[in-house]
């Protein structure tokens, strides 16, 4: 069983900062892509910032110089550092990866979700 776990929301003023951890267990072969998420009340899912298997990362744009993805492969835990928070980015934020699983000569790829964390930016 692959499970994601996410962990290091909370409440923060403005401007505040905030780290996001999402660690992976389970029997996992390998992790491509990982990415995190949010959804605000009534709101579409949206991506917040993505990373590849090498280190490569996007974001969007709203989020970009104030955010930053990375990961720890040998830990399988990728995070999200944000910093200058807004009031506009409360929303629950999810962790997401490309999980292969199998046993040897049948690997197949997987999308995962983290159950998420609640990310509270108020006075």
């Known amino acids: 069983q692959v499970q994601l776990v996410e962990s290091g929301g909370g409440l923060v003023q403005p401007g505040g900062s905030l780290r996001l951890s999402c660690a992976a267990s389970?029997?996992?072969?390998?992790?491509?892509?990982m990415g995190w998420y949010r959804q605000a009340p009534g709101k579409e899912r949206e991506l917040v910032a993505g990373i590849t298997s090498g280190g490569s990362t996007n974001y969007a744009d709203s989020v970009k110089g104030r955010f930053t993805i990375s990961r720890d492969n040998a830990r399988i835990t990728v995070y999200l550092q944000m910093n200058s928070l807004k009031p506009e980015e409360t929303a629950v934020y999810l962790c997401?990866?490309?999980?292969?699983?199998?046993?040897?000569?049948?690997?197949?790829?997987?999308?995962?979700w983290g159950q998420g964390t609640q990310v509270t930016v108020s006075s």
């Open positions: 389970g029997r996992i072969f390998s992790i491509n892509n």
């Open positions: 997401n990866a490309e999980i292969v699983v199998g046993s040897p000569g049948y690997y197949l790829e997987h999308d995962y």
